[in-house]
């Protein structure tokens, strides 16, 4: 999956390994421990609203809820802001600007993304299948 984030100096895409983002689906699926079962619950949370916001129905009442379930993570979650913080002094690899369509419904939906992939790193490190949140980006544009 990709991400897409307006730091200063414009937009970035970012990649994640996608082998590294199954395991980490099985992860939560399968293991029965309290914070495994509240991530997939919350990472459920994250593409329903993503879908909801896209279906363009009621979108007012999704957005908020997009807003709402956004704020939450990131108090619960600290691995979605230090992947912030890693993204965000990650160079450029590529000198093209990304043109993506600003509007509140892509922001929020662009950083629910980066919240999923928080998520999913913080499951991987503390099961030691990664010993760094960067080794889960494959690459930054």
């Known amino acids: ?3 897409i984030l307006k730091p200063e100096g414009g937009d970035k895409l970012m990649y994640f390994d996608k082998n590294l983002e199954n395991i980490g689906l099985k992860i939560v699926k399968e293991n029965g421990n309290w914070d495994d079962i509240k991530a997939e619950k919350d990472l459920q949370e994250i593409i329903r609203v993503i879908n909801e916001i896209k279906s363009n129905i009621n979108i007012s009442l999704y957005i908020k809820e997009g807003i709402d379930l956004k ?3 990131r108090r619960e979650y600290p691995e ?3 992947m912030y913080e890693i993204i965000s002094n990650i160079p450029f690899n590529s000198t093209g600007n990304i043109q993506v369509k600003n509007s509140i419904e892509n922001q929020i939906m662009e950083e629910l993304k980066m919240d999923y992939f928080g998520i999913l790193a913080g499951v991987l490190k ?3 299948v990664i010993k760094n949140i960067e080794s889960f980006i494959t690459s930054v544009w």
Do not use: D, G, P, T
């Open 126 to 128: 503390k099961h030691s």
């Open 71 to 73: 704020e939450r993570l």
């Open 80 to 82: 979605i802001q230090q």
């Open 1 to 3: 999956m990709v991400c």
